[in-house]
């Protein structure tokens, strides 16, 4: 009888441990890095797509590397007081001629291993990504000013 005890104090302490520990690991959730992201977009397209693994690997190669050269190119412009509104208008000019001349040398790249309707699909895609990415950013913006808790509200993506 004793023994049956000490066994089940022993199998209680480990599931209490276990418990614990997996409890700690699921309440913080790691953000990810650029590049990891940038990778998870290209292998979701080269999915849709329906790329077989040469191709995607091409592709997710290609992707990436066209998104750190537009990441080089810095953050978006915030407003700044001390700017007048004609040099922040001919500021985002710049930056759209240099992000348009980067797309067209990464379409060059893309049309030597993608169909023209690939590419299409590949840019159509990306926008819908990026429209999802900005509307959850928009709905956390919401949500932290008006004081909700974090995990209030579910999200999708």
Known sequence: MKQIVKSMMVALMVIATCT??????????QRMSREQLAEVQ???IAKQLAFDDE???KF???FCQQQKEIWALGPRLVRKSATTD???IQQRFDRSEKILAIRKKYYKEYSQFLTQAQIKRVYEIERQTMKRFAKKAKRQAKKSKTGRSKGYEATRL
């Open 42 to 44: 290209a292998r979701h």
């Open 60 to 62: 997710v190669s290609v």
């Open 20 to 29: 614990a520990a997996f409890a700690q690991s699921q309440g913080k959730k």
């Open 86 to 88: 004609e040099e922040q």
């Open 55 to 57: 191709l995607t690997s």
